[in-house]
């Protein structure tokens, strides 16, 4: 009883294969779950999450349906059924030959088309180049004809293919105008104007889903628990086949066990590998949203001596203004949380109420420059800081978790101090009741 090396050898690499497919469907289902989704007036650079509606200022429309959408792809189908001749021996050596029909569907026509467009939500909307991305659109379109009728040959080619039964399968799908939409991307700068566009980066993730985000995020887990089971049974059955018609031996079982043993601890291990570089990751993630905060408070930061200057001149005489510029100095020395110093609070709201309440702030044109562009700063700096805050509790439920908290603790991992400061407003959102 020998074994043919062809059989572990192929399970081996089967086993690998599914090894690396399950580990990279389970690192891009952790990188999801732990993406909170942004606004699109917080959208800054990097990788980021959107949900909003698909739109456009002049839509696409799709050829089969005639839908007003962004993106769309369609395809014909015609059924044939065949018949062939074919040989085969039978169980006493003879050679015989039997008819056999077959039946299936062959593609022929196709295409589609897609624009650059808006993800919009309730905060603003950001610019969207599809290029590159996964997109999982809606079905809009299935209709099956025979020859005859109008379809057939309206939307479909002219000739037939070989054995035909007169058959057509008319296919589209599509993301409609004003659908909801999943969007995952990197962020950049815009070349034409001051914001922000979503596309395909190098080695991220980019998807444009209909489907949601629970959708996509169940798929990734079931892809992977699939890849997992696949690869525990690729390297057993390979050793099991390798014996080929001959006895197996005794042993077979044990070998077997061994194997999928195998698979196992280096999965194992693998595996702590990908969570150890998922949490490392995860903690970039968290520095780089405080990062975002810092630009929005530096921008800040630059904004209050000339607006503490302008009022410096009325306050001498009213106790009021006095304590709006206490306030506004406190911020020019405020502190990153968890750090000595006084914490950062929003002031727009109390330097607007003193606008109102002196009229001859709202006469000079540089102060209400000022006043307007520290509103929107501070805005910004409420959304940047919910992204900050959602992706540091994040971090923080991911190293109570176990086994994450096993590998945070050999990294000596520790969570990411939350900014608590709930004065920053964001901008209004109108509100329209048809």
Not at 45 to 52: C, D, F, R, S
Not at 203 to 230: D, N, Q
Not at 249 to 259: K, N, R
Not at 372 to 389: F, K, M, P, S, V
Request: some cysteine; overall charge neutral.
């Amino acid at each position: 009883m020998t074994m043919h090396p062809a059989g572990p050898v192929i399970g081996a690499g089967v086993t690998l294969f599914f090894l690396w497919f399950s580990l990279r469907q389970r690192r891009r289902h952790r990188l999801l779950n732990d993406m909170p989704t942004s606004k699109a007036q917080g959208v800054f650079i990097g990788l980021v999450e959107l949900k909003g509606t698909a739109e456009s200022g002049a839509p696409l429309t799709s050829y089969l349906a005639g839908q007003a959408c962004v993106h769309y792809t369609w395809q014909v189908q015609e059924h044939w059924r065949r018949t062939r001749i074919e040989t085969y021996t039978d169980s006493k050596g003879n050679r015989r030959t039997r008819t056999v029909t077959e039946t299936g569907w062959d593609t022929v026509a196709s295409g589609g088309e897609q624009q650059v467009f808006y993800v919009r939500d309730e905060t603003g909307e950001v610019l969207v180049r599809p290029d590159g991305a996964k997109i999982e659109p809606l079905p809009v379109f299935d209709q099956t004809v025979a020859r005859g009728e109008g379809l057939y040959y309206q939307k479909g080619p002219d000739g037939s293919v070989t054995g035909s039964t007169g058959m057509r399968r008319f296919l589209e799908e599509a993301i409609p105008l004003h659908a909801m939409l999943y969007a995952v991307g990197t962020a950049r700068e815009r070349v034409d104007v001051v914001a922000p566009e979503m596309v395909k980066g190098e080695g991220g993730e980019f998807i444009l889903s209909c489907r949601g985000e629970e959708a996509v995020t169940r798929g990734l887990a079931l892809g992977s628990w699939f890849a997992w089971f696949g690869g525990l049974l690729a390297m057993p059955a390979g050793i099991y086949l390798a014996y080929g018609d001959q006895q197996r031996p005794e042993s077979l079982p044990v070998l077997c066990a061994l194997a999928a043993a195998m698979f196992c601890a280096v999965w194992a291990v693998c595996w702590l590998w990908m969570v150890h570089d998922s949490l490392v990751g995860l903690r970039e993630r968290v520095r780089r949203g405080w990062s975002l905060i810092e630009v929005e408070l530096k921008r800040r930061h630059d904004l209050l001596p000339a607006i503490i200057a302008t009022l410096d001149g009325l306050s001498r005489h009213e106790a009021e203004l006095q304590r709006v510029v206490a306030a506004l100095r406190a911020q020019t020395e405020a502190t990153k949380p968890g750090l000595p110093g006084p914490e950062f609070t929003g002031v727009a709201v109390e330097l607007r109420a003193a606008v109102e309440r002196y009229p001859d702030l709202k006469a000079q044109s540089g102060f209400m420059a000022l006043h307007c562009e520290l509103i929107t700063t501070e805005q910004r700096i409420a959304l940047a800081r919910g992204y900050y805050n959602d992706i540091a509790t994040n971090y923080a439920t991911r190293l109570e978790r176990v086994p994450d908290c096993w590998v945070a603790r050999l990294r000596a991992l520790t969570p990411e101090p939350l900014l608590i400061a709930a004065e920053f407003e964001r901008a209004a959102v109108p509100v329209r009741l048809d």
